[in-house]
């Protein structure tokens, strides 16, 4: 299980940490990530990291956004700055087995609960 948190309202150009901490089992050996969708949106990708610390990053927040983890604490995170207005809805962390997965979102082993943000201008 995955539960999200850190969310909340920010003016543009600031900042916020979203925490996803795991329980259940242990995610160490799991890709995670962070996945993002408006009511009657797509779904999309945000972020993803190995076990091992590798990233990955959707072109959008690629320079702005931060994922890391703390496979000691189960816990993947989402430092998030120079926030832009369109980056406003909700995110939701994720972690699967396999890379692919972790990226395109669809058969997610597991998937947290989201958490909302929202960037006024």
């Known amino acids: 299980q995955l539960q999200a948190c850190g969310g909340g309202s920010v003016q543009a150009w600031g900042s916020l940490r979203l925490s996803c901490a795991a329980s259940?089992?242990?995610?160490?050996?799991?890709?995670m990530g962070w996945h993002r969708q408006a009511p009657g949106k797509e779904r999309q990708f945000v972020a993803a990291?190995?076990?091992?610390?590798?990233?990955y990053y959707a072109d959008s927040v690629k320079g702005r956004f931060t994922i890391s983890r703390d496979n000691a604490k189960n816990t993947v995170y989402l430092e998030m700055n120079c926030l832009k207005p369109e980056d406003t809805t909700v995110y939701f962390c994720?972690?699967?087995?396999?890379?692919?997965?972790?990226?395109?979102?669809?058969?997610?082993?597991?998937w947290g609960s989201g958490t909302q943000v929202t960037v006024s201008s």
């Open positions: 994720a972690a699967d087995s396999m890379y692919e997965v972790v990226v395109g979102g669809y058969g997610m082993e597991y």
């Open positions: 259940g089992r242990t995610f160490s050996e799991y890709y």
């Open positions: 990291i190995s076990w091992s610390g590798g990233t």
